[in-house]
């Protein structure tokens, strides 16, 4: 089974500032993806990163950037210059292919809330 | 491309009616997933179809929680005998299958059910 841990119920940021969220997995799979969406109060669940668990480099999109520790099993989101419209709930998910089936499920995490402040 | 679209936006009910909720995923994918979320939480896996077939039911899918996809395209998950515990967001998605573990999943903007 497959278990995604964020251990940050919320964060608060100055706008401009980076800011880390962090996310730890545990799965027994080799072949894994991680995944962070961004949850704004409208409700609608937007994807922003994808990192795969043979990818070697770090995922990188726009201000979006992946701190992946395949040891540790982390994959920590960073935002850099963070904006006001970047307030909203985080999740982390993890894509695994359990038992030798296909690669469906996301599994997720219980979020962190991130307030921007002007 | 519209993007998924789910049906209807919010329901309240009584305990003990049955409700049924509509999704339509982007048109050319393949794969179809519902999704619980209450508030608060992460989403939490329902079941999934790959085309037609349902591939995968999570054990909080109870027998009173069907789930179809008839022809492959739109579905419909149907609670019966809502609970009060019932009340969350349900959300829809959909991918396109790569075969991998690369799998984006996007998500239609769910339907609220409230049970009284």
């Known amino acids: 089974a497959q278990k995604i841990t964020q251990t940050q119920p919320g964060m608060f940021v100055q706008e401009k500032e980076a800011v880390t969220l962090d996310c730890t997995y545990d799965?027994?799979?080799?072949?894994?993806?991680l995944f962070w969406y961004k949850q704004p109060s409208s409700g609608e669940m937007i994807f922003l990163i994808y990192?795969?668990?043979?990818?070697?480099q770090n995922a990188t999109e726009g201000r979006y950037s992946l701190n992946f520790q395949k040891a540790r099993k982390s994959a920590n989101l960073v935002i850099s210059a963070s904006q006001l419209g970047d307030s909203a709930m985080y999740f982390c998910a993890m894509s695994a292919n359990a038992g030798g089936t296909s690669y469906g499920k996301l599994t997720f995490g219980q979020g962190t809330i991130l307030t921007v402040h002007p | 491309d519209t993007g998924v679209s789910q049906n209807p936006r919010h329901k309240i009910t009584k305990r003990g009616q049955n409700v049924t909720f509509r999704c339509d995923p982007i048109s050319e994918h393949n794969r179809l997933y519902w999704y619980r979320q209450t508030l608060g939480q992460g989403p939490e896996f329902l079941t999934y179809f790959q085309n037609e077939a349902q591939l995968e039911k999570s054990r909080l899918l109870s027998d009173r929680f069907s789930a179809e996809r008839p022809k492959g395209s739109f579905s419909t998950l149907e609670i019966q005998r809502t609970e009060q515990g019932d009340s969350a967001m349900y959300l829809c998605a959909s991918s396109l299958d790569s075969g991998g573990v690369y799998n984006e999943q996007f998500f239609g903007p769910g339907t609220r059910l409230t049970v009284l």
């Open positions: 799965t027994s799979d080799q072949s894994y993806g």
């Open positions: 990192q795969g668990s043979y990818d070697e």
